[in-house]
């Protein structure tokens, strides 16, 4: 027992020094992987925002988030501020060279489907994209959301392959 006691001790004692303060600077954020290996160019982030088209104006709440009622957004009923028929989808996307740099085959591709059926497809090629910096956020719209749960993949693809890709659903759905 006590040499339980004393083994506990010394791997507390060993992870204070090892670990590094989750709250302070250099802390992870959540589902970011840290190494010391080049970094990949591919998919980094993806968002959507509601399209409001009685004001022209985009919500500023990412609906992929979670925090966002997606009840009745075609008829702008659920606290929406008012009818939804589109949304704007930012890619986050990392790649060591934007604009003529760009190899031609490198695009991004979009896919946005409601159950089976294929709502969208689009495809953007990266040399339309200038940068210094490594990361950008490439825009799609998607029209015809409507009423059920619409997954949106994003993939990027380098020489007909495709590298990384990241899906997530926007829960629409309508009813009393």
Not at 62 to 69: A, C, E, N, Q
Not at 108 to 114: D, R
Request: with cysteine; hydrophobic share 40%; glycine share 10%.
């Amino acid at each position: 027992m006590i040499v339980r006691i004393i083994v506990m001790q010394i791997l507390a004692a060993l992870l204070v020094v090892i670990l590094p303060d989750l709250h302070g600077p250099g802390a992870m954020n959540a589902g970011e992987v840290t190494t010391n290996a080049p970094k990949q160019n591919g998919i980094t982030s993806l968002r959507a925002f509601l399209y409001y088209q009685e004001k022209g104006e985009f919500n500023r709440e990412d609906i992929l988030s979670g925090r966002v009622s997606l009840r009745n957004v075609v008829g702008g009923i659920s606290g929406a501020e008012g009818p939804s028929g589109a949304i704007l989808v930012l890619v986050g996307v990392r790649h060591t060279a934007f604009g003529q740099k760009t190899p031609v085959s490198t695009f991004v591709k979009l896919t946005a489907k409601a159950g089976k059926k294929n709502i969208s497809t689009q495809e953007v090629n990266l040399r339309s994209f200038w940068s210094e910096q490594e990361t950008i956020e490439v825009p799609f719209m998607v029209h015809r959301t409507g009423c059920e749960p619409l997954e949106i993949t994003a993939s990027f693809v380098e020489q007909n392959k495709t590298v990384s890709s990241l899906s997530r659903t926007a829960n629409f759905h309508c009813g009393e």
